[in-house]
């Protein structure tokens, strides 16, 4: 069983950047794929970043690419979103998410067992 809590959500400017974490309780956490993923007032939950357990392969969504960066420190049981450039269009509920998900099917949210209960970003223009 893996326990997941996010932090660091809050209400941000056009340009501004926030850093949120993921605290992960549990045995497995630092072999599992970690992922990000956000869901928007009546749209569905989507992917928004992927690290995978070594942190030697990342991946994102392409309205993302070059704004934000996925890490973790498995030392410390942690993953971090680093959101720079934030935009009215990325104000969702963040979620981080983490199971033994294979590399390819690392957009696939069904794929993962493991949720935190999100934390709110809100991005004024």
């Known amino acids: 069983q893996v326990q997941l809590v996010e932090s660091g959500g809050g209400v941000v400017h056009t340009g501004e950047s926030l850093t949120l974490s993921c605290a992960a309780s549990?045995?497995?956490?630092?072999?599992?794929?970690l992922g990000w993923f956000r869901q928007a007032p009546g749209k569905e939950r989507e992917f928004v970043a992927a690290?995978?357990?070594?942190?030697?392969?990342?991946d994102y969504a392409d309205s993302v690419k070059g704004r934000f960066t996925i890490s973790r420190e498995n030392a410390k049981n942690t993953g971090i979103l680093q959101m720079n450039g934030l935009k009215p269009e990325d104000t969702a509920v963040y979620y981080c998410?983490?199971?033994?998900?294979?590399?390819?099917?690392?957009?696939?949210?069904?794929?993962?067992?493991?949720w935190g209960q999100g934390t709110q970003v809100t991005v004024s223009s």
């Open positions: 690290i995978t357990w070594s942190g030697s392969s990342t």
């Open positions: 549990g045995r497995y956490f630092s072999s599992y794929t």
């Open positions: 998410a983490t199971q033994s998900v294979p590399w390819g099917r690392r957009l696939d949210l069904r794929m993962y067992n493991y």
